[in-house]
């Protein structure tokens, strides 16, 4: 929700250019969405498709190899287009690596987040009574302090690995579905269709289920989309950091965080790698920002 | 106004207690707290000794009692790693965090404010164009890789400024602008929107009417009525900078609280974590409570939500 590039009316533009300016931002947008989409379409096909073709080994060193820079750099080679690490892996192959477990964590958090968030948004809202105050209250406290906290206290105990980071992201990441789901069924609830149903003697789980969700779902997807943004960064931040991943895993994060051995003498492993990850979550960006303003223009936050 | 007082400091408090039984109760989640902090190479007695020791062998409700009955005397524990109190160490460290996180607040405060009302007044501009690209590419940027583009190009190329460190005000300039990069990007596009707005406002247009100078009417009349979005959002980037200085921190071996308690998880000191962690939220609930109730003396309509 920061990522709403302008788009207000133009209730007080300059006469005489406004339509034309308009046309040139809203262009400007569409080929931002465009640009986005295609990052991630590639960069998903690439996750999918190289490890089942591509001979190269992501953690296979090969110490003569080591710090060759891009190919188009004196001393570069075209067997590794964007160059080696400190152990003469191949960058390339691993940023497209670093590609499955940003998506696979990405996506595994937020469904995680989605299916507790949303079950507990629901009964939040339609309910009442004291279920609302108890959930509503853990929103608040958990909304009342940094979450990196939340992450560092569970990352202290348990063993690192993909599995858990993505545990640990959707589990803590349920809070902002439960506000917005519960915000939403408030006002669906004076509906008459839900009285309707009620009077026809639907059960509750039969309303929740069959007449709530549908109509809540929209900002479901938005928040889904956005909060995939929001979990690349902090799982590739805490592995930057050395916490939630083995090392040794082709992440973006820890890519970066190896490349500062040898920052004096190689600038390619962080640039490429950190390229990557801001890309990624660029595309993701934007994408919820269309999704947003296609699926329901009233959550547009005016920031 | 007592109401909402006496509402905003128990919410507080909650919050504060939810923290210190999340950190704590987490280590019981994980099965056997003993087993998962000792080493790969411990024996069994070595590990009965140490829960012993630990106090792990009692009640999980005696030990979060004895926890917090110690902890709001300031009392944490003893640092596994450097057998010292973890209230100490935490608080030999916390000045470095302030200077950091206060410098990086400054930043965001003073230029995306700036870049914002000068971005809304030269609306579709050049330079306004400048500043979406700026507040897009913010967006994007994780802090640890805006602070390892800055030290590859301001301290590695150019050779401006050193890597890493804690020294003078050379030494603040990188790990600062990288924190501040992103709250620098969300303010500007805050106050450019909410500037907008305003400059479309009737008493704008009066003020200019009656012929009030041009700046005069920007920042008296406008700009004052535009920061009231910003200052929730300043509370906001405060959250921001405290979980973005345990990142920049341990980029720029900054010796603040966010890299010791990176070292302290690595290292498995769980005391200090613990510590760490309930202080930096109570310190960040602090900090929210006292912006919460300024704001409810600003803007008096907050008081009735």
């Known amino acids: ?303 | 106004m007592l109401r909402y007082v006496v509402h905003r400091v128990l919410l507080a408090v909650l919050v504060v207690a939810g923290v210190s039984i999340v950190s704590f109760g987490l280590l019981f989640l994980s099965g056997d707290p003993a087993a998962a902090l000792a080493g790969d190479n411990w024996t069994r007695t070595q590990i009965d000794e140490f829960r012993h020791q630990m106090g792990f062998d009692r009640p999980w409700y005696v030990q979060y009692g004895d926890f917090v009955s110690h902890a709001v005397r300031g009392d944490f524990g003893t640092s596994l790693r450097e057998h010292r109190p973890v209230f100490e160490l935490l608080m030999e460290r916390m000045p470095a965090t302030l200077e950091l996180t206060g410098t990086a607040f400054g930043i965001s405060a003073v230029l995306g404010i700036a870049l914002g009302v000068v971005s809304a007044t030269r609306r579709r501009s050049l330079y306004d164009r400048a500043v979406l690209v700026l507040t897009l590419a913010g967006q994007s940027m994780p802090v640890f890789w805006v602070g390892t583009m800055l030290i590859l190009v301001f301290a590695v190329r150019l050779g401006w400024l050193p890597i890493a460190g804690m020294g003078g005000l050379s030494h603040l300039v990188l790990p600062a602008t990288a924190l501040g990069f992103f709250p620098v990007a969300r303010n500007a596009r805050v106050v450019r929107s909410s500037m907008l707005e305003v400059l479309g406002a009737d008493y704008v247009r009066t003020a200019r009417a009656k012929g009030l100078p041009g700046p005069r009417v920007l920042l008296g009349h406008a700009l004052r009525n535009a920061l009231l979005p910003v200052v929730t959002l300043l509370a906001l980037d405060i959250g921001y900078l405290l979980s973005g200085a345990v990142i920049t921190e341990s980029i720029f071996a900054w010796p603040g609280v966010g890299r010791l308690t990176v070292a302290a998880v690595l290292g498995k000191d769980l005391p200090l974590v613990e510590a760490a962690v309930v202080v930096l939220a109570a310190g960040f609930v602090m900090i929210n409570l006292t912006v919460d109730l300024c704001y409810g003396v600003i803007d008096p309509r907050v008081r009735f939500e």
């Open chain 1, 1 to 303: 929700m920061m990522l709403a590039p302008a788009r207000r009316p133009a209730l007080h533009a300059a006469p005489g250019r406004g339509a034309a300016a308009e046309l040139m931002a809203r262009l400007l947008r569409d080929r931002l969405t465009l640009a986005g989409a295609g990052i991630l379409a590639l960069l998903a096909a690439l996750a999918v498709i190289v490890p089942l073709v591509s001979p190269v080994d992501p953690t296979a060193t090969s110490l003569p190899d080591r710090l060759l820079p891009p190919a188009w750099v004196p001393r570069g080679t075209t067997a590794h287009l964007l160059g080696t690490d400190g152990l003469g892996r191949d960058i390339l192959i691993r940023i497209v690596y670093g590609g499955r477990i940003s998506l696979t964590v990405g996506f595994g958090a937020a469904l995680i987040a989605a299916a507790l968030g949303v079950p507990l948004g629901l009964c939040s809202g339609y309910f009442g009574g004291a279920a609302d105050a108890v959930i509503m209250r853990l929103v608040d406290i958990q909304l009342g302090f940094p979450s990196i906290l939340l992450y560092i206290s569970a990352l202290a105990v348990v063993k690192p690995g993909l599995f858990n980071m993505v545990a640990i992201l959707g589990i803590a990441g349920w809070v902002i579905h439960a506000r917005v789901i519960r915000a939403q069924v408030l006002a669906q609830r004076q509906m008459e269709y839900v009285e309707a149903a009620r009077a026809l003697g639907s059960s509750h789980l039969w309303i929740l289920s069959r007449h709530v969700l549908p109509n809540v779902l929209a900002p479901v997807v938005v928040i889904s989309t956005y909060s995939i943004a929001v979990f690349i960064i902090t799982a590739s931040s805490l592995s930057f950091l050395g916490l939630g991943l083995p090392p040794s895993t082709p992440d973006w994060g820890q890519m970066i965080a190896t490349s500062m051995n040898y920052i004096r003498r190689a600038w390619w492993p962080s640039t490429f790698a950190g390229l990557a990850l801001s890309l990624t979550v660029f595309g993701v960006s934007v994408l919820g920002d269309w999704l947003r303003d296609y699926l329901d223009p009233r959550l547009r936050v005016e920031t």
